[in-house]
């Protein structure tokens, strides 16, 4: 609910509050699973945990049909292209969890072949720490986020209400 | 001394009644449906654990978030040995130490400053393994969600035990 | 001499003189149980040849290639070829010392098939080119990066970036087959981010409609470094860097690696350790299957499968986090043992789990083992004879799904696993049906060890009292100070490896894990190489391929079970 120049347009709030609230309760994951953490994210939306009590029912692996990109596992130089045309591919509002130590910061690999932490080219809402992060741990996560999209903080709020989108913001 | 015998798992050729496809599948969806009504029917049993209402019991040897112990005079046992920083395979941890003015004929100094960058930490409890002085271990405390790489950075303050050490979610502590 | 060549009738002299040449070389037995050969470049071809063609030698199996660096030796570079004898059991070194001006040796590919990728690695890793290899291009690494990362004057953190302009096409891409009809053909790459590609595996296949005409796989997506991680951390810290291997079975990496090294120091784990480590790494190893399987059906479209066999999964997640701490990623094991006792209620939960699994590969078994549909799926697809997999440098279940009952739990024991009775499921039509068959009874089996395991479970302590290796129990690190010194010199200097070589082979979830380690004296390891079963595994799938369908190519992926952090390290 912006206008082309970024500024809120009136009587919207009760809109945005809504919109924020079907938002953050239907978060279609795309889970981008590498290494361990995809395994852990395996088990939350197995039977134990099951992610989908949280509104994540539909896991698709498209980009076009999904809006939460969860970074599970070690993103490598090689695959950081993938990763940064698979992020372009979704359609506003994306939000990104960064899922576990490498995904976060590299984690304990500091080497020739891994990104230091995929914010290096994409925009991240919230890290979970964890090597692997727990389901449980992954579930507070997203937690988190859908109270950063309550609240209208995340970063495609932060970045749509400057009037760029998301994908301009590559620094 | 035993050698393991050599098994042939061929299965047997396919009978009539299994080339059939509806016996199969009628026989698919009895196992489901046992499952399903199990579950409907008998609400305890069902494998889901309804977090965050629920939470499953870790064991008392989780992995978590690092601990600071503290002496019973509130000061933290640490004595900035580096010990924990030099096994950590992660280099997440970084020390700055001082001279402890209160310090008595056992230990000299104390940390001026005690970071982990919980985004590095792999959680692998070698820093535990490596402390001589018991001073830090973990809990069983791992649900932390970050919106900053900065947040994650914990000093001393965030990490000291708050209150007595029985009150704490005592998770991996140190055997050998 | 080794067992094998005594069993063979064969002296050093005898063996020696099979070789053209023969006199000039330098033979002997290694501590670890192979014959080293030490052999000039120019007369390489002929060993290979012989070792592998020679009736009484028979070297089938090509284990592994890599190759090492020495800067302070005039002959910089060594590499290293590992072979093995299904028949005879013989297992054969050979090293051939390269100068640094001209790092090139005859490519074995025309021998086997195996040293397709490995000699791609080594040359990708440490510069060493193969002649006559007929893809010499790098596999691990991008296409944009520069120099050889395993060098020892390569600075471990020096990355390079990849721009999406740089990623690699095959050569054949822009190629018209000759014999194309008035149809064209499409290319089509699956993956690298793909829902059924189990990981970060990236395959371009051309079709001709739906059947793939020609394919190559790229890995490296998860290259994260691991053997030049291992060299610039001390030998416990690699441990955490073991579990992240083959991340479905973790245990069984770091008992791997830790069986390796201890082998090297002349240390073993109490008998209490080893039957512990036996039981949790076959409890890995069912883990593994069962994910593999599930995942596979998955592919397949059944789905329900999946979430069963998580359920014994996150069981075994509970036994191993109150044992280890940690569900997936464990660290359990230690050089010298393990890091801790096992929690009181160990036998009484090990028990309860034998109880509750079967029921759910039971159900598995009866929704899946005699469905029609995954039956036409999944026979004649994929079919991989005895003799080409062998050639491939296959192991484990997929070796013993094509008719090859060779499993290192038999051929050469550890753990103590010549003492318990089990099973080896071997079939015989190499189609991924055969490999979910034999995958479905190795899980079985597996329960049936942990059974006999548990009964024989004694007391005692759980890591060598060796303070060389082992760290003091805390209790006396706090009173004493003489455990307090030892502590202290372990954690800043490390252990203590006297240098020397050694290759110590397990049986992982996906066959013969293997790890090459080589020790300079310091507190950590000189050269640790990782014989990755998948990667000799994943060699053969685009040759697979041919005249297959899309959904068959995925169903063929999914039956070999490609764990990437395995694979690519």
């Not at chain 1, 969860?70 to 130089?77: E, Y």
């Not at chain 3, 195996?114 to 007929?134: K, Y």
């Not at chain 3, 129990?473 to 240098?499: A, Q």
């Not at chain 3, 110590?504 to 310091?522: M, P, Q, V």
């Amino acid at each position: 609910m912006r206008q082309p120049d970024g500024s809120s347009a009136v009587l919207t709030t009760r809109i945005e509050t809504m919109l924020a609230w079907a938002r953050k309760n239907s978060l279609w994951p795309l889970p981008f699973g590498t290494a361990c953490c995809a395994i852990e994210f395996m088990s939350t939306v197995s039977s134990h945990y099951d992610l989908a009590r949280f509104g994540a029912e539909v896991v698709r692996f498209s980009p076009r049909q999904s809006d939460m990109m969860i970074v599970a596992g070690t993103i490598t130089d090689k695959m950081a292209p993938v990763v940064k045309r698979v992020y372009d591919q979704m359609a506003e509002p994306k939000y990104v969890i960064s899922m576990g130590a490498c995904a976060c910061t590299g984690g304990f690999y500091r080497a020739y072949h891994v990104v230091q932490g995929v914010d290096e080219f994409i925009p991240v809402d919230v890290y979970v720490p964890g090597c692997p992060p727990t389901p449980e741990a992954l579930i507070e996560g997203v937690l988190k986020l859908q109270e950063l999209i309550q609240r209208g903080e995340t970063q495609y709020d932060r970045l749509a209400s400057k009037g760029r989108h998301v994908t301009d913001s590559s620094a | 001394m035993k050698t393991a015998a050599t098994v042939n798992v061929e299965p047997s050729r396919p009978g009539l009644l299994s080339r059939l496809y509806v016996p199969a599948i009628l026989g698919g969806m009895a196992v489901t449906m046992r499952h399903f009504l199990r579950n409907l029917l008998g609400q305890k049993d069902v494998a889901t654990i309804q977090y965050p209402e629920e939470r499953r019991e870790y064991s008392d040897r989780t992995r978590g978030r690092h601990i600071l112990t503290t002496r019973d005079d509130g000061s933290l046992r640490c004595v900035a040995c580096y010990m924990c920083e030099t096994n950590c395979p992660a280099d997440c941890i970084t020390i700055v130490a001082e001279e402890d003015p209160e310090a008595t004929v056992e230990w000299e100094k104390r940390p001026l400053s005690f970071e982990i960058d919980l985004l590095r930490c792999v959680f692998c409890g070698y820093c535990v393994d490596a402390c001589p002085k018991e001073a830090l271990i973990m809990s069983r405390h791992h649900e932390m969600a970050f919106t900053t790489r900065d947040e994650a950075i914990v000093g001393i303050e965030d990490l000291k035990q708050k209150g007595p050490i029985e009150n704490e979610d005592l998770g991996y502590r140190p055997y050998y | 001499m080794t067992d094998s060549l005594r069993k063979a009738g064969m002296s050093q002299t005898a063996l020696l003189e099979l070789f053209p040449g023969g006199d000039t070389f330098d033979a002997h037995t290694a501590s670890d149980g192979f014959v080293e050969m030490l052999v000039d470049r120019s007369r390489l071809v002929d060993v290979l040849k012989t070792l592998r063609n020679h009736p009484d030698l028979a070297c089938d199996l090509l284990l592994d290639i890599c190759g090492v660096d020495h800067p302070e030796r005039d002959q910089r570079f060594e590499v290293v070829y590992h072979l093995t004898s299904l028949d005879k059991g013989h297992r054969f070194r050979i090293k051939v010392p390269v100068a640094e001006d001209e790092p090139s040796v005859p490519s074995a590919y025309g021998i086997w098939k195996a040293a397709d990728w490995f000699e791609r690695e080594a040359w990708d890793m440490m510069g060493i080119r193969f002649d006559g290899h007929p893809n010499l291009r790098r596999i691990l690494t991008h296409e944009a990066f520069q120099g050889h990362p395993l060098r020892k004057d390569y600075d471990p953190a020096q990355r390079w970036v990849l721009t999406e302009s740089e990623t690699m096409v095959p050569d054949w891409v822009t190629e018209r087959p000759e014999d194309e009809d008035h149809f064209e053909t499409q290319i089509l790459n699956l993956g690298p981010s793909h829902p059924a590609t189990h990981g970060t595996l990236r395959i371009v296949v051309r079709l001709d409609g739906e059947v793939i005409t020609r394919a190559e796989t790229e890995i490296g997506y998860l290259h994260r470094c691991f053997e030049k991680m291992s060299e610039t951390h001390g030998w416990n810290e690699v441990i955490p860097y073991t579990d992240r291997l083959n991340y479905c079975s973790a245990m069984n990496n770091g008992v791997g690696y830790a069986l390796g090294v201890e082998s090297m120091l002349g240390v073993e784990a109490p008998p209490r350790a080893q039957v512990v480590r036996l039981i949790l790494c076959e409890f890995s190893r069912l883990m593994d299957h069962a994910v593999c399987l599930g995942a596979n059906l998955v592919d397949l479209g059944a789905l329900t499968n999946f979430w069963y066999f998580f359920q014994p999964r996150e069981e075994i997640y509970s036994l191993l986090e109150a044992c280890a701490g940690g569900r997936l990623t464990v660290s359990y094991a230690r050089i010298g043992g393990l890091a801790q006792d096992v929690p009181h209620d160990f036998s009484s939960r090990v028990r309860q789990l034998l109880r509750t699994i079967p029921k759910f590969i039971d159900d598995v078994d009866r929704l899946v083992t005699s469905n029609r549909i995954f039956r036409d799926r999944t026979e004649g697809v994929g079919v991989m004879s005895a003799a080409e997999a062998v050639a491939w440098g296959w192991t484990g279940p997929c070796l013993r799904a094509s008719g090859v009952p060779f499993d290192l739990r038999r051929e050469l024991p550890y753990l103590g696993y010549d003492q318990y009775e089990f099973d080896i499921p071997v079939a015989t039509t190499g189609d991924c049906y055969a490999r979910y068959l034999v995958r479905l009874e190795e899980m079985r089996q597996s329960l049936r060890i942990i059974e006999q395991a548990i009964e024989r479970l004694p007391g005692g302590p759980v890591i060598t009292d060796n303070h060389h290796v082992a760290l003091p129990p805390k209790s006396k690190v706090y009173s004493e100070m003489e455990s307090l010194i030892w502590h202290f010199k372990l954690i800043y200097d490390g252990i203590k490896v006297p240098p020397g070589a050694a290759y110590t082979a397990t049986e992982g979830s996906n066959g013969e894990l293997g790890f090459y380690i080589i020790a300079d004296g310091s507190g950590h390891p000189y050269r640790l190489k990782v014989r990755p079963p998948c990667f000799a595994i994943f060699q053969a799938y685009s040759h697979m391929l041919e005249g297959h369908l899309v959904s068959d190519a995925i169903a063929i992926l999914g039956s070999l079970n490609i764990i990437a952090g395995e694979l690519d390290r």
